[in-house]
């Protein structure tokens, strides 16, 4: 009797054994395989390339590497003597073009005045001067105008509340009009993007709660699918000399899933955490189904 017992609690044991390694294993095929999750996680920011309209000499420079900016705050100073002069000097041509045009109707109003005395040639040569000093003026109030906006420009601000990062500009450098002078991240666009096997893409709904896990913080981001992104690139295909397809060959026993990216917007930050563009992180995403 006792060895039939024994031989009972020996085949239950393996029974128990054989039951909770299938409940393992299937709930790491669901967990690995099926669930929307992924450590192919990124920390993401717009940046914002400061580059100036105007070209000149850096002769000041307001902000420290890694500095917190806000919107409207001065970064840096361009050549402001050299574009002060130039709008002092079409104050001047405004000035000539006034007395010329002035002077112009004083011969056009006296020419007028004589009536029949006055040739109709001369005084259609001083109507045309007139409209000549008029347009010299309108031209000259528009250069004015173009020189106080190069001289407002010389001062390069914030366009967003964001962080000066990998800051190398000094007094001195000379920046070209278009070229880059720093790297400003929007703050503002901090979020987070998972790139999801496209297995379990149908399982990500646009709204669905997340749960995010920066590598080397022990604290929860909590937010939620904003949106899924609608192309990748096909690294497989390129155009030809021929405008034909060039299609690369690949193993049909193998398929690996592409990576799909879904965006993560961050509704939730614990106090202390340290969200910095380009750090990786785990996400995790509530299946459809789930609510």
């Not at 996680?41 to 902000?63: C, H, K, Q, W, Y």
């Not at 420290?64 to 001065?74: E, H, S, Y």
């Not at 990998?166 to 703050?187: E, F, K, R």
């Amino acid at each position: 009797m006792n060895g039939v017992f024994s031989t009972l609690r020996r085949s239950l044991a393996t029974i128990v054994i054989v039951a909770l390694a299938v409940i393992v294993a299937v709930w790491m095929w669901n967990h690995y395989a099926l669930s929307p999750w992924t450590r192919d996680g990124r920390v993401r920011a717009d940046v914002v390339r400061v580059t100036p309209d105007i070209s000149g000499l850096v002769t000041e420079v307001e902000v420290t590497d890694n500095q917190p900016v806000k919107a409207g705050d001065l970064l840096f100073v361009l050549d402001r003597p050299r574009y002060q002069l130039a709008l002092d000097q079409t104050k001047a041509e405004i000035a000539s073009a006034r007395a010329t045009l002035a002077q112009a109707k004083r011969v056009a109003n006296r020419d007028l005045a004589l009536g029949d005395l006055v040739a109709r040639e001369t005084h259609e040569q001083n109507v045309a001067a007139v409209k000549t000093a008029q347009a010299a003026l309108s031209q000259a109030l528009a250069t004015r105008d173009g020189a106080a906006l190069d001289l407002e420009r010389t001062q390069v601000r914030a366009s967003v509340n964001g962080v000066v990062t990998n800051l190398d500009l000094h007094p001195g450098d000379y920046v070209g009009a278009g070229t880059q002078a720093m790297a400003l991240i929007d703050t503002d666009s901090l979020r987070v993007e998972g790139y999801f096997e496209e297995t379990k893409l149908d399982k990500i709904r646009i709204g669905a709660p997340a749960t995010v896990k920066l590598m080397g913080d022990d604290h929860v981001l909590r937010g939620h699918v904003e949106s899924i992104a609608a192309g990748i690139n096909d690294s497989t295909r390129s155009d030809s000399s021929n405008l034909l397809p060039t299609v690369e060959a690949s193993f049909s026993w193998v398929r690996l899933a592409q990576r799909i990216p879904v965006r993560i917007r961050i509704d939730e930050v614990p106090e202390g955490t340290r969200l910095i563009a380009g750090r990786t992180a785990t996400v995790t995403i509530e299946p459809e189904g789930d609510e």
